[in-house]
T-cell receptor, first 115, second 116 residues
């Protein structure tokens, strides 16, 4: 069973508009969430993270929102640029037992930003 | 560039052969992770090291897989008697600590394994 779900395999957005990528999780022990971007033939690149004690974290054009009660987080990219076209992975980790720091990833959402 | 490096980038082997991959983490990072990614999936955790100690192994890591991190620096992942199902991208990541702001995992470019 998937503990981290990205239900939209793909998203297409016009340049300059907002991109919203969504992620749901099932494990209430998750306390740290990250977004990674991945280009073909490269490893994932860290984008932004958020701790469960916060509900928002912003870094330039990227903002992550966390709704703990709904077990939902989202990544907003404003304004979207063609160079943002990539696969975006949501990941989560939990601080319990022997699983400290291991990341659980969703399947990814392919974002296409059209000029 | 002092990021995470992996070698080789691509490996093609025949079923039944052994293969070994190497990962060089960011120098000051004491945690090193191995993940596997197959088509259409996100990376899946395999194992991780705190310095030279291997602290956790996923159930995905069958007894044909072994990982080492001698002296707490670079790491190797060996797959013995490869099977076609082992074909995947093998990713290495490193972090300064774990799971908190400032201790994010940084990934290498991966090793693409194809088992014929």
């Amino acid at each position: 069973d998937q503990q981290v779900k990205q239900n939209s395999p793909s998203l297409s957005v016009q340049e300059g508009r907002i991109s919203i990528l969504n992620c749901d999780y099932t494990n209430s022990m998750f306390d740290y969430f990250l977004w990674y971007k991945k280009y073909p033939a490269e490893g994932p690149t860290f984008l932004i993270s958020i701790s469960s004690i916060k509900d928002k974290n912003e870094d330039g054009r990227f903002t992550v929102f966390l709704n703990k009660s709904a077990k939902h987080l989202s990544l907003h990219i404003v304004p979207s640029q063609p160079g943002d076209s990539a696969v975006y992975f949501c990941a989560a980790s939990a601080n319990y037992g022997g699983s400290q720091g291991n990341l659980i990833f969703g399947k990814g959402t392919k974002l296409s930003v059209k000029p | 560039d002092t990021g995470v490096s992996q070698d080789p980038r691509h490996k093609i082997t025949k079923r039944g052969q052994n293969v070994t991959f190497r990962c060089d983490p960011i120098s000051e990072h004491n945690r090193l992770y191995w993940y596997r990614q197959t088509l259409g999936q996100g990376p899946e955790f395999l194992t991780y090291f705190q310095n030279e100690a291997q602290l956790e192994k996923s159930r995905l890591l069958s007894d044909r897989f072994s990982a080492e991190r001698p002296k707490g620096s670079f790491s190797t992942l060996e797959i013995q008697r490869t099977e076609q199902g082992d074909s995947a991208m093998y990713l290495c990541a490193s972090s300064l600590g774990w799971g908190r702001a400032g201790n994010e995992q940084f990934f290498g470019p991966g090793t693409r394994l194809t088992v014929l």
